[in-house]
């Protein structure tokens, strides 16, 4: 790696973490905008003024906006997102119980729609002009257009209304068997895999196209090499940075599915936590949890950047 590589990482790694700041100030802000006493709410209309009040001096909501912004900003740089109003326990221990269920959707759903849409955006670039490359084409664009809440109504109607193989519901217990892991996985799989195929393959298509119009790929054909040889041995090889960082932002829309997939299916992951706090004016805990989805979506986004980075061959040389 040389100097400028080095020098753009650490460029582009230091707007991140300036970036996730300006996020933070920016949640904080919206949250506390947000109509309502969180102790009140915490409390119930029945509570007396004393109560309230010993209550919002006890979660600090007394201090002044920027000390209790500069408070929260020290204990979450330190993993302590403070204490839920409505259950009375510490954020991160709830965090804790539903983030790995989140985290196995989002994993499930990236081992599933990776190698598909991948190899779906190749086919469909060697294949460019063709009835197949127009069929995935407009069957990607569609799906693009069409959001994941009528997607999932189109799954539940279809799987579990009309063919009855799989439940409406998707339901957070132990499992054992292949037809729990089905009937906690399938359906909002299969409605995340169709936003995020449909997105990463167009984008991969675009990338291998791009490299197959270049001169180094028509020279490698005026000398005899096989279409299979020009595509795995030149074009591949070549795309392999724009494809990564097609991965890298197609899985950071993910987690705007993974919300909206959560609340349709009753999943109790992390977005279904979060929307249940929203509800309840939780503070502390929507707050933690908008950091972390933000979080996510810039370490994606980040990586994306850095795939691009280094795979660019002027700076390799």
Not at 33 to 38: K, M, V, Y
Not at 242 to 259: E, K, Q, R, T
Not at 268 to 289: F, K, T, Y
């Amino acid at each position: 790696m040389n100097q400028t590589v080095a020098s753009l990482i650490v460029r582009r790694l230091a707007l991140t973490v300036l970036m996730l700041l300006i996020v933070s100030l920016i949640i904080f802000t919206i949250t506390n905008l947000l109509p309502g006493d969180a102790a009140q709410q915490a409390m119930g209309q029945a509570a007396t003024a004393e109560t309230v009040a010993a209550l919002r001096q006890q979660f600090g909501l007394d201090q002044p906006a920027w000390l209790r912004y500069l408070h929260w900003l020290a204990g979450i740089s330190h993993g302590n997102f403070g204490t839920s109003l409505s259950a009375s326990l510490p954020v991160s221990e709830l965090i804790a119980g539903r983030l790995p269920k989140s985290l196995s959707l989002a994993a499930i759903t990236t081992v599933v729609s990776v190698p598909f849409a991948i190899g779906l955006g190749i086919l469909a670039a060697v294949k460019q002009g063709t009835l197949l490359d127009r069929i995935v084409s407009l069957g990607t664009l569609s799906l693009v257009a069409t959001p994941e809440f009528l997607i999932a109504t189109f799954a539940v109607l279809i799987f579990a209304v009309k063919l009855r193989w799989l439940s409406a519901l998707s339901y957070g217990g132990e499992i054992e068997t292949f037809n729990q892991f089905l009937r906690a996985y399938a359906m909002p799989v299969i409605t995340l895999c169709c936003v995020i195929v449909a997105q990463m393959a167009r984008m991969t298509r675009a990338a291998v196209v791009e490299q197959l119009r270049a001169s180094y790929v028509e020279m490698a054909i005026l000398k005899g090499a096989r279409p299979a040889r020009v595509v795995l041995r030149h074009a591949l090889p070549n795309a392999i940075g724009p494809i990564a960082n097609a991965v890298a932002l197609s899985l950071s829309y993910l987690l705007g599915g993974v919300i909206i997939v959560e609340t349709i299916f009753n999943y109790p992951g992390l977005a279904r936590l979060m929307v249940d706090a929203v509800s309840n004016r939780d503070i502390p805990l929507v707050q933690a949890c908008t950091m972390l989805f933000c979080l996510a979506y810039l370490i994606l986004v980040t990586l994306a950047d850095l795939c691009a980075i280094v795979s660019n061959p002027r700076l390799r040389t």
